[in-house]
């Protein structure tokens, strides 16, 4: 996720337990092999570097390859190429979810790019540009043959965005068709959804929920102990303290420059814990640095309602 899958959340989660893999941030290629001056931000695998995965977003099979090239000399889990991303700014660029327009370019540039790396090569997608389920099986088919060895699938097309329900049936069904691991992501806004969608995949990819709930991963590990509830709603100290530890990691752990919007983003979706919370976050959008977003952020918890 653009602005959160970076190492203070990572930080944060780990707190709690951790989970069994961390995806950064969509990394760009092309801005990669140029050397950017905040891309040491974005390949900071840590604080687990051995569960972390590379994702790379790109049309230039040349700088694909390079970028991949790059990464998987460094501490990882794997590389994972995004092939899901349907924001305008990415997709009209031909990265993203432009790969899944043809299934022989988009083979072409896996098979190089699985040969550039030795560690795990993993692709996320949509189900493509349209809502054709043996387009998409051709297309993940593919990919297997070229070596990819996991798939994440958000089951949506490109236009839908979060308008419609993702067709979790579409993940399960594609789990049967392939041999590889395959992953699901998509309207897993509970640890009830977890539970729920764990038998239609190898895995689940959790996104928004582990930013509102970065303890998700721990309570998920309950899943199978009836005696336990599945949920439990989180005390406002416990709240007030875990906003704050996220103040400090993103202070500690990103340059100047990434702060409000790493902040803002990050609160976008933790303050759907609070009762206030669309409140709260137009508060804290106001403010214009960490300062004010922490003493906000406390006033809300003193009941200073500003």
Same mark, same amino acid.
């Given at each position: 996720?653009?602005?959160?899958?970076?190492?203070?959340? *990572?930080?944060?989660?780990?707190?709690?337990?951790?989970?069994?893999?961390?995806?950064?941030?969509?990394?760009?290629?092309?801005?990669?092999?140029?050397?950017?001056?905040?891309e040491?931000?974005?390949?900071?695998?840590?604080? *687990?570097?051995?569960k972390?995965?590379?994702?790379?977003?790109?049309?230039?099979?040349?700088?694909?390859?390079?970028?991949?090239?790059?990464?998987d000399?460094?501490?990882?889990?794997?590389?994972?190429?995004?092939?899901?991303?349907?924001?305008?700014?990415?997709?009209?660029? #031909?990265a #993203?979810?432009?790969?899944?327009?043809?299934?022989?370019?988009?083979?072409?540039?896996?098979?190089?790019?699985?040969?550039?790396?030795?560690?795990?090569?993993?692709?996320?997608?949509?189900?493509?540009?349209n809502?054709?389920?043996?387009?998409?099986? *051709?297309?993940?088919?593919?990919?297997?043959?070229?070596?990819?060895?996991?798939?994440?699938?958000?089951?949506?097309?490109?236009?839908?965005?979060?308008?419609?329900? %993702?067709?979790?049936?579409?993940?399960?069904?594609?789990?049967?068709?392939?041999k590889?691991?395959?992953?699901?992501?998509g309207?897993?806004?509970?640890?009830?959804?977890?539970?729920?969608?764990?038998?239609?995949?190898?895995a689940?990819?959790? #996104?928004?929920l582990?930013?509102?709930?970065?303890?998700?991963?721990?309570?998920?590990?309950?899943?199978?102990?009836?005696?336990?509830?599945?949920?439990?709603?989180?005390?406002?100290?416990?709240?007030?303290?875990?906003?704050?530890?996220?103040?400090?990691?993103?202070?500690?752990?990103?340059?100047?420059?990434?702060?409000?919007? *790493? %902040?803002?983003?990050?609160?976008?979706?933790?303050?759907?814990?609070?009762?206030?919370?669309?409140?709260?976050?137009?508060?804290?959008?106001?403010?214009?640095?960490?300062?004010?977003?922490?003493?906000?952020?406390?006033n809300?918890?003193n009941?200073?309602?500003?």
């Amino acid at each position: 996720m653009a602005e959160i899958s970076h190492r203070p959340l *990572r930080e944060l989660i780990e707190i709690f337990g951790g989970c069994n893999e961390y995806f950064t941030e969509m990394i760009s290629a092309n801005a990669y092999c140029a050397g950017g001056p905040f891309e040491a931000w974005y390949d900071d695998a840590l604080p *687990r570097p051995e569960k972390t995965v590379y994702q790379l977003v790109g049309a230039d099979t040349e700088k694909l390859v390079q970028a991949a090239s790059l990464l998987d000399q460094k501490d990882c889990k794997g590389i994972d190429i995004n092939m899901g991303c349907s924001a305008p700014l990415i997709a009209k660029t #031909g990265a #993203g979810i432009s790969w899944m327009k043809s299934i022989d370019e988009a083979g072409l540039m896996i098979s190089r790019v699985r040969h550039s790396v030795k560690r795990r090569l993993s692709v996320k997608l949509r189900i493509g540009f349209n809502d054709d389920f043996e387009y998409l099986c *051709r297309f993940c088919k593919r990919l297997e043959e070229e070596g990819v060895e996991l798939i994440t699938l958000h089951p949506r097309t490109a236009k839908e965005k979060f308008k419609r329900r %993702a067709r979790w049936e579409y993940v399960a069904a594609l789990k049967r068709e392939l041999k590889i691991l395959v992953a699901g992501n998509g309207d897993i806004n509970s640890i009830e959804d977890i539970s729920k969608r764990c038998q239609d995949c190898d895995a689940l990819m959790i #996104g928004r929920l582990a930013i509102r709930q970065p303890w998700i991963f721990s309570q998920a590990q309950n899943i199978d102990n009836s005696s336990l509830p599945l949920s439990t709603k989180p005390s406002e100290t416990f709240l007030e303290e875990t906003g704050l530890h996220f103040l400090e990691l993103l202070a500690k752990y990103q340059p100047p420059e990434f702060h409000l919007s *790493r %902040a803002r983003r990050f609160f976008s979706y933790f303050c759907d814990n609070l009762t206030w919370g669309n409140h709260v976050k137009n508060l804290l959008n106001r403010e214009k640095d960490l300062v004010g977003i922490e003493k906000t952020w406390k006033n809300y918890f003193n009941n200073e309602r500003l």
